[in-house]
């Protein structure tokens, strides 16, 4: 099988949370040598507008038109990589950059996407009491929100509902008590409870062949460093118990690559703020190092 270079993009945005820290992941992750480990080069760094803390009074969403410019730039740094023949690997920042990610590849055809989070993420925007869009990007990049984070240069949505997979979610209380509408009921859903009943590698494959079928040309993975155990991962702004053990993180990555047809990945959320040992970002830079590998096929 043929394989694809990595190139490593730095997207440290912190736009869709109301607390910093996160814009340290890519500085973190690359301290421990993941460029030198996958072998990708270096793509640079985007620069991200000043973040206010109140809520855009139309929206109640937080820095809503600084995320929805933003984007753009993001999506045109993902096609530079993906017009050289690489497999961009993006370092975030906070879920909202998904919307940037999605961009790129909706503006070369319909892609799916993989979203592997602990949160479902999708709040609309009255029900999230921070604002935080961070708790909205799939509900976003799916189209279910406001019109100028959902219908970014009129390409709403970014990905259709029914290509998109919500993957070992966990936080169904947090949905309840907040009031956080449901996952519309042609996205694929397989929460962590689903995960478990049905094994790893099973849940895995049920993920992919929905992400491999013949009408998408391809898929993109979204990697939330809070879809691993609490145990392992307590270096996330929101925990829950619960969660992926590194083991099974791994196998979702090598199912997904194996496939030939991952376009690409994100990975977010990990706050090496609250890494007190360091041992969250090993972790998270082994397995990650692991499953790509030093090509991506």
Partial sequence: M????????????????ATDGVEHLP???????????????????????????????QTGVLNSQAIAAWSPKLADAVETMLDAGEFPVVLGGDCTIVLGSMLAFRRRGRYGLLFIDGNADFFQPEAEPNGEGASMDLALV??????????????????????????????????EEYGSQPLPKDLKAIDLPAVRAMGIEVAARAAVDHLTRKELD?????????????????????????????????????VALASGKAA??????????????GGAGRGLADVLATALGTAAP
């Fill in 2 to 17: 043929p394989t694809l270079p990595y190139a490593i993009l730095e997207a440290p945005s912190t736009l869709g949370l």
């Fill in 27 to 57: 500085g973190r992750l690359l301290g421990l040598g993941l460029a030198e480990r996958i072998r990708a080069r270096r793509a640079g760094r985007l620069a991200v507008p000043p973040k206010h803390p109140v809520p855009d009074p």
């Fill in 142 to 175: 799916t189209g279910y929100g406001p019109p100028h984070l959902t219908d970014i240069e009129g390409r709403c949505p970014l990905v259709r509902p029914e290509d998109a997979v919500a993957f070992a979610y966990r936080d169904h209380e947090d949905q």
């Fill in 218 to 254: 391809g898929f993109f993975i979204h990697l939330d460093a809070d879809c691993l155990d609490d145990a392992i991962m307590p270096a996330v702004d929101f925990r829950v118990p619960g969660g992926l053990s590194w083991a099974e993180l791994g196998a979702v990555l090598r």
């Fill in 264 to 277: 690409g990945i994100e990975i977010t959320i990990y706050n090496p703020r609250l890494d007190e040992d």
